[in-house]
């Protein structure tokens, strides 16, 4: 399997980026599983997290493979997709949710421009419009956000100190997921455009030789 990753005969350094990521979410990960005591993790569902976030590494090369395998392998989109659950534990470990006030807006924001850029990025492969990818993008990245809301208001509601604020906590978050999806499907067409470019470039430069 390595051989299809390889590009130009050797693997480029957005597979050992990639394997980096990967190897430190489940580092980070056992952290809380080793580790439950510590206050910052208390009421954070670290043990579904555990269970759920792995997958992360898992989906893009699954699909990859699905669709025949055909290169080149998105690096960019698998990559991106593991920086939501890694950051995640990581900002829970530094307890930088309850330290600072407007993290988990920024987060929301940037996360929600990670998963709609991954899907844009994909739909990049197949021969849609550019109507079509952006749709796909901006639908799917905030049914990401919606299902990650989902589990994390359920988390929420356990906890009787945040259930009277789960409510209007929520509806934020999906205001910043509709903004951050927006972008994230802006971004994924122009980086699926400039690649288009490239490669007819490259084909035009070839040809004429």
Wanted: proline share 5%; net charge negative; glycine share 8%.
């Amino acid at each position: 399997m390595l051989e299809e990753l390889r590009v130009d005969g050797r693997l480029p350094l957005a597979f050992w980026v990639g394997a980096g990521l990967k190897a430190g979410l489940v580092l980070l990960l056992l952290l809380p599983l080793g580790l439950p005591e510590l206050e910052q993790y208390e009421g954070k569902g670290m043990s579904w997290r555990a269970l759920v976030f792995p997958l992360a590494g898992l989906i893009v090369p699954v699909l990859w493979r699905a669709a025949d395998a055909r290169p080149p392998y998105p690096y960019l989109a698998d990559n991106l997709l593991v920086l939501p659950p890694i950051t995640d534990v990581l900002w829970n470990t530094l307890d930088a949710y309850d330290r600072v006030a407007w993290w988990d807006d920024a987060n929301h924001l940037v996360n929600s421009m990670l998963f709609a850029a991954v899907i844009g990025l994909l739909a990049g492969r197949a021969p849609l419009s550019a109507a079509v990818r952006f749709g796909l993008a901006l639908g799917l990245g905030m049914t990401l956000q919606v299902l990650w809301e989902l589990g994390e208001y359920a988390v929420f509601v356990t906890e009787l100190s945040t259930v009277e604020n789960a409510y209007e906590d929520t509806i934020g978050d999906l205001a910043l997921d509709l903004l951050g999806a927006l972008f994230g499907a802006a971004f994924a067409l122009f980086a699926v455009r400039t690649a288009e470019e490239e490669a007819r470039e490259a084909a035009t430069a070839f040809a004429g030789r």
